[in-house]
């Protein structure tokens, strides 16, 4: 089935201890993008790529860490959480590099907790 | 700065009444604009983008780039209309996508 997975689809850390939020998609797309849903703030973009070993900030990057080494995968990386991260975040990927232009298909999202 | 603006965070109707959803945007440049779903355990989905011109599931949004609005109607609600309806705006970019906040719509019996 075509989709884009994400794993673990419930997290609870503690403040500073790194984690990694794995995506995956298996549409062979080009474009790959991290957003966090917060309550009253709609979704908000971190991160985005538009092709393997390309990628770029978007409105809400501080604290986050993104790499693009293979098509399918896209990883979200916060190397010391803190509560303030604490949210649902989805990824997304589209067909082309002009992602944002195009139909995006969202992950199933993963809710953190930073304690 | 591009703005995205949905100034109804929640929208209760009735079963076959209109329901229009509002969104208004700041973006000097050409913009492209969206509207997504997502409904109750679903993934937040696309319903419909200006360009297509199209109507999804009895869902129309016309562009009106003088009122920098893009504001989502349908005439006749049905309960399975009930979902979180989010407005997103593209700008020229290509890779940056904006939200607004959503509007959370109740179709009711």
């Known amino acids: 089935e075509a989709q884009v997975t994400q794993n673990p689809r419930y997290l609870i850390t503690v403040t500073g201890k790194k984690l990694t939020v794995t995506c995956s998609q298996n549409?062979?797309?080009?474009?790959m993008s991290w957003y966090r849903q917060d309550p009253g703030l709609g979704l908000r973009q971190i991160y985005y790529?538009?092709?393997?070993?390309?990628?770029d900030k978007g409105d809400v990057p501080e604290g986050y860490k993104v790499s693009r080494k293979e098509k399918r995968n896209f990883p979200l990386i916060l190397e010391s959480p803190s509560p303030n991260q604490t949210s649902l975040y989805f990824c997304?990927?589209?067909?082309?590099?002009?992602?944002?232009?195009?139909?995006?298909?969202f992950g199933p999202g993963t809710r953190l907790t930073v304690l | 700065a591009q703005r995205v603006t949905q100034p109804e965070k929640l929208l209760s109707v009735f079963k076959g009444a209109p329901v229009e959803l509002k969104c208004n945007y700041s973006?000097?440049?050409?913009?492209?604009l969206f509207w997504y779903v997502q409904y109750s355990r679903q993934r937040l989905q696309l319903l419909l983008r200006?360009?297509s011109r199209e109507s999804i599931k009895g869902f129309t949004a016309d562009l009106n780039k003088g009122e920098t609005s893009f504001h989502l109607k349908k005439p006749f609600a049905q309960e399975e209309d009930s979902a979180m309806y989010y407005c997103?705006?593209?700008?020229?970019?290509?890779?940056?996508?904006?939200f607004g906040a959503g509007t959370q719509v109740v179709v009711t019996p």
């Open positions: 997304a990927s589209s067909p082309s590099g002009r992602g944002s232009y195009n139909e995006q298909f």
């Open positions: 549409m062979n797309h080009e474009y």
């Open positions: 790529s538009m092709n393997v070993e390309v990628t």
């Open positions: 973006y000097s440049g050409s913009p492209e």
């Open positions: 200006h360009i």
């Open positions: 997103a705006l593209a700008t020229d970019s290509w890779g940056k996508l904006q």
